[in-house]
């Protein structure tokens, strides 16, 4: 039985706007699953859904076997949710807070327990209005943890933290999959997106245009390397055909005054493609190479970065 799934979900606002058309989603136990998309590209309404926020304007949510119509108290107590953004009260100590939290579940995991594994132990008896902006996010995620759900919703949990704040809610992340939980995660890291999540889900104009495994959704591209470069002719855009015949060229697309070719063999590419540039009597004013990467396959799928609005 999957964790989470949703079959032909769609959310239309004042019978005119569809945020969601007919979406499509199964994550099954123990996966860490990643909705991906640009702003307004559908994936906060279809998560406020399947949390029981929103009621679909058509479609059926079914979480654990369970349904927001007929078994709403108990999926309360199976799922944890952490925001993007947490608002507590700052005067309430961190020990506080997740007590006041434990209170609203049946069978909620001790608040020390919690404390140590998220390492907010030093600072239960501080106030939550002292904690650091990493600290706040470990304490959102806590208070998400505390009811000891099956399945946990994280909205973009990341945002605006240092590197090593990231990797402890990284870690965490995985503590929860190990013991058995189901993650449905939202972010706005490609980098995080690829460490954390077992399979993802690219959304667009409300519809999920991609889906499968990190790996899978790169070799979707074709190559497994890009080549990025300009030239001072500065005409590559009407040029594409040319590179797109270079050896080893998969797919080729402009981003932002550079030309990005999807290539196999970067080694069989580049003298091939320095040759080209020389026989348009032109020069190199930027070339990079890298391997492929989620960033790729969503600008190739849709046209825009992942931030965009």
């Known amino acids: 039985m999957p964790a989470i799934e949703c079959r032909g979900l769609r ?5 005119k706007v569809e945020a969601v058309r007919g979406l499509d989603l199964e994550i099954q136990p123990g996966e860490c699953f990643g909705l991906l998309g640009p702003n307004g590209a559908g994936k906060t309404t279809t998560i406020e859904i399947l949390e029981g926020l929103l009621a679909p304007t058509a479609g059926q949510v079914t979480l654990l076997g369970r349904t927001w119509q007929k078994h709403a108290r108990d999926l309360r107590e199976l799922l944890g949710i952490s925001l993007q ?4 009260s700052e005067k309430l100590s961190v020990r506080e807070t997740l007590d006041l939290f434990a209170s609203f579940y049946r069978h909620p995991r001790a608040a020390a327990e919690i404390m140590q594994e998220l390492e907010l132990t030093e600072k239960a008896d501080s106030w939550v209005g002292k904690l650091s902006g990493g600290q706040k996010q470990r304490l959102a995620v806590a208070t998400a943890l505390v009811g000891n759900p099956q399945i946990l919703f994280l909205d973009e949990p990341t945002t605006g933290l240092d590197p090593q704040s990231r990797r402890q809610l990284w870690e965490i992340v995985r503590g929860f999959q190990r013991r058995g939980g189901t993650v ?7 980098d995080e997106a690829e460490r954390l999540c077992d399979r993802i889900a690219i959304v667009d104009h409300g519809q999920i245009i991609a889906q499968g495994t990190p790996a899978q959704l790169i070799a979707r591209l074709g190559g497994h390397h890009v080549v990025e470069f300009a030239t001072s002719a500065g005409d590559g855009a009407n040029n594409q055909e040319l590179w797109r015949m270079l050896p080893g060229v998969d797919s080729v697309h402009e981003d932002d005054g550079m030309l990005l070719l999807n290539v196999r063999e970067p080694h069989q590419t580049i003298p091939a493609l320095l040759a080209a540039v020389e026989n348009q009597g032109a020069q190199l004013v ?7 990467s989620l960033e790729d396959v969503f600008v190739h799928l849709t046209g825009r970065h992942l931030r965009e609005d």
């Open 184 to 190: 449905l995660l939202t972010t706005h890291y490609m």
């Open 85 to 88: 953004e947490t608002r507590f």
């Open 11 to 15: 959310k239309t606002y004042d019978g």
């Open 286 to 292: 930027h070339l990079t190479t890298r391997q492929a």
